[in-house]
C-alpha cells in the first residue's frame, strides 16, 4: 500500500488556517489532523487533546530531549512541536496527514521530508489580516502586535512553499485546498492509481 501524503499549511496568525482546516477536514474525513503540542496556555474554547496538547515547558522539553517531537519550534514566545508516533503511524497506513506550521516548522519538514505537500495561506490584505485577528479577540494587544510583526518574514518564505491559496472567500479558500490535495492524489508518482486499477 502506498504512504499517505503529507500536507502542512502555514499562513500568518489570524489569517484562518484553523478555520479553512475544519472546512476541508469536514470534506475529508479520512485525513488525519496532527495535533500539535504547545506551552501557549488555552483559549477560552479551546480543548487539550482536540486543539493542542497543553504542556508546561518541563513537559515540553521532556518530549524535546526523548525524541518524541517530529519537529518543534519557538514561536511567538512558545513552544510549538509536532509528536511524532501518530503521524507516522498514520501515514504507514496510508493515510493521509495534514498539519498547521509555522515557517520554521514548514521549513523543517520540507528539509526532512522532500515529499510533504506545502500550502500556504495567504489574507486578501494587511489590514484584513489586522481585523481578523483583532476580531478573534483571543490575544491581548502586545500579544497581537507580535504576532502581527511576523508577517514580512512569513511573506518572506512564500517562495519555498508549493502552492499559495489567498482565504478571501472562506468557501472558495476550502474548495481550493481539497483541489490541491485531489491533484495531488492524482499524479501518476505517488501511485493511488494502482489502488483503484483492479488487474
Ligand atoms: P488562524 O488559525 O490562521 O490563526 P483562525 O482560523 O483562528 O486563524 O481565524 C481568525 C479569525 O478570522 C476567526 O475569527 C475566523 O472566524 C475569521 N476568518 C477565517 N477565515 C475567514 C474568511 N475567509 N473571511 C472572514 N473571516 C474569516
Ligand atoms: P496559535 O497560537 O495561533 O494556535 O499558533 C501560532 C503559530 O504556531 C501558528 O503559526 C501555527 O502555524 C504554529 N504552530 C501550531 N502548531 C505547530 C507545531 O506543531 N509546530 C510548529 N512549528 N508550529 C506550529
Known sequence: MA?????VISGPSGVGKNTVLNGVLEERKDMFYSISATTRPPRRNEV?????YFLTKEEFEKAIENGELLEWALVYDNYYGTPRKAVEERLDK????IMDLDIQGAAHIRNNMPEAILIFLLPPSREELKRRLL??????KAAVEKRLAYLEKELASIDRYDYVV??????????KVAAIIT????????GYWREQFLT
Open 94 to 97: 496510508g493515510q493521509h496527514v
Open 135 to 140: 476580531g478573534r479577540k483571543s490575544e491581548a
Open 166 to 175: 489567498v482565504n478571501d472567500i472562506l468557501e472558495n479558500a476550502c474548495r
Open 183 to 190: 491533484a495531488e492524489e492524482a499524479r501518476a508518482d505517488r
Open 3 to 7: 504512504r499517505g501524503l503529507l500536507f
Open 48 to 52: 487539550n487533546g482536540k486543539d493542542y
